[in-house]
């Protein structure tokens, strides 16, 4: 599927405020609410859309410190590397977690009321991965930008598509 200046439009709009209705959709980008629904469901069934969720306000819930935590495992086998994305998994404060280049070998995002309740988290969560060798911890002190969709992509989409026209 070729992404259109009106799919964007609508990808922008979802990314924004995926509460948006159809009829709030189809105003924005000039068309009905049924042919709305009808490209946005093309873009989940094309795999644009993997979901919908609401944001919540973590602070409500106690959640104020955000950690970065570097790991570096004993090995970088594939035994290894299962053996603590397996256990890591389990971990209920943490939020994300990438495979990393570099010195250390995964970088997770974990959650925590304050230092102290990060320390209970780190005895007895973090230290108890499977093939961990190093921690180090850093602390959020506050949050610059925080998207989940880089707006660059719809920027990107109108650069390919004005490309196009003029060849």
């Known amino acids: 599927m070729e992404l259109d200046k009106i799919d964007t439009t609508i990808l922008a709009e979802l990314s924004a405020n995926a509460r948006a209705s159809q009829i709030e959709l189809a105003s924005r980008v000039g068309l009905s609410g049924t042919a709305?629904?009808?490209?946005?469901?093309?873009?989940?069934e094309n795999?644009?859309?993997r979901g919908y969720q609401a944001v919540l306000e973590l602070s409500?819930?106690?959640l104020r410190t955000t950690v970065?935590?570097?790991?570096?495992?004993?090995?970088?086998?594939?035994?290894?590397?299962k053996a603590f994305e397996d256990g890591v998994l389990k971990c209920?404060?943490?939020?994300?977690?990438?495979?990393?280049s570099g010195s250390d070998d995964y970088l997770a995002i974990v959650l925590a009321k304050d230092i102290e309740d990060f320390e209970r988290i780190h005895r007895t969560?973090?230290?108890r991965l499977p093939r961990v060798a190093r921690i180090q911890s850093s602390f959020a002190i506050r949050s610059?930008?925080?998207r989940v969709v880089p707006p660059a992509i719809f920027r990107?989409?109108?650069?390919k598509r004005a490309s196009r026209g003029s060849i």
């Open 47 to 49: 795999g644009f859309i």
């Open 92 to 100: 209920p404060s943490v939020t994300r977690c990438f495979l990393m």
């Open 68 to 81: 970065l935590v570097r790991i570096a495992l004993d090995s970088q086998s594939e035994d290894a590397l």
């Open 144 to 146: 610059v930008v925080d």
């Open 125 to 127: 969560e973090l230290s």
């Open 60 to 62: 409500l819930f106690g």
């Open 156 to 159: 990107t989409q109108q650069r």
């Open 36 to 44: 709305v629904a009808r490209r946005q469901k093309a873009l989940e």
